[in-house]
């Protein structure tokens, strides 16, 4: 079975500084997809950054980008430079062979003005 | 093009009745995926749907169910409703290939079972 667990239920952050926020996973596949998912307040569910996992470079999406450990089976999300819009559910997610897309439970992240 | 369109939004019903929810997914996208999202248990697979066939299934009893039409639209049926079936459920459509590709979800419909 494939699973996710993310062990910050909250986070805060100041506007314009940096967060991190952690993911950790586990599953026997070999060949599998790592993602974190963005879930506004009221409003759907998007796609944020996504790994593969024999890629050994970190993926980077403009302010946010990934550390990806997979000895440890670590995947961490940092935003830089926040902003107020990125206040949100973060989820992050695990696909591996031809299981389905597994979640963890979400961190809510607040960004202060 | 237009997203992944639920409906109805938002619904109420009373224990022991019945639900049907509905989504539309991109054109061209041939699986749809529903999850049920609570504060408790965050977001649960229920069932993914590629062209007309139930390709997996999560850990739910009986009385949910789904099905996919030719046209990839996607309804899901909850039957016989209980107080803990309260919850957003979304739907997610892709193109399918597994090959790590992106879900796109709709906004959900809120169910409110009293």
């Known amino acids: 079975a494939q699973t996710v667990t993310q062990s910050q239920p909250e986070m805060s952050v100041q506007e314009a500084e940096t967060v991190t926020l952690s993911c950790t996973y586990d599953?026997?596949?070999?060949?599998?997809?790592l993602f974190w998912y963005k879930q506004p307040p009221s409003r759907q569910m998007i796609l944020v950054i996504r790994?593969?996992?024999?890629?050994?470079q970190n993926a980077t999406e403009n302010r946010f980008s990934v550390n990806f450990q997979k000895a440890a089976k670590s995947f961490s999300l940092k935003i830089s430079d926040s902003q107020l819009g990125d206040a949100a559910m973060y989820f992050c997610a695990l696909q591996g062979g031809s299981e389905k897309l597994v979640f963890g439970k979400g961190t809510k992240l607040t960004v202060n003005p | 093009k237009a997203g992944v369109t639920q409906t109805p939004r938002y619904l109420i019903k009373t224990r022991g009745q019945q639900v049907t929810l509905s989504c539309s997914p991109i054109s061209g996208h041939r699986s749809v995926s529903w999850y049920q999202q609570t504060p408790g248990q965050g977001l649960q697979f229920l069932f993914e749907y590629f062209s007309e066939t139930q390709r997996n299934k999560g850990n739910f009893p009986g009385r949910f169910s789904g099905r996919q039409f030719s046209n990839s639209r996607s309804e899901m049926n909850v039957s016989t409703l209980e107080l803990g079936d309260s919850a957003l459920y979304l739907c997610?459509?892709?193109?399918?290939?597994?090959?790590?590709?992106?879900?796109?979800f709709g906004e959900g419909s809120r169910l409110t079972v009293l």
């Open positions: 997610a459509s892709s193109l399918g290939d597994r090959d790590g590709g992106e879900l796109f």
């Open positions: 790994q593969e996992a024999y890629k050994q």
């Open positions: 599953t026997s596949e070999s060949d599998y997809y």
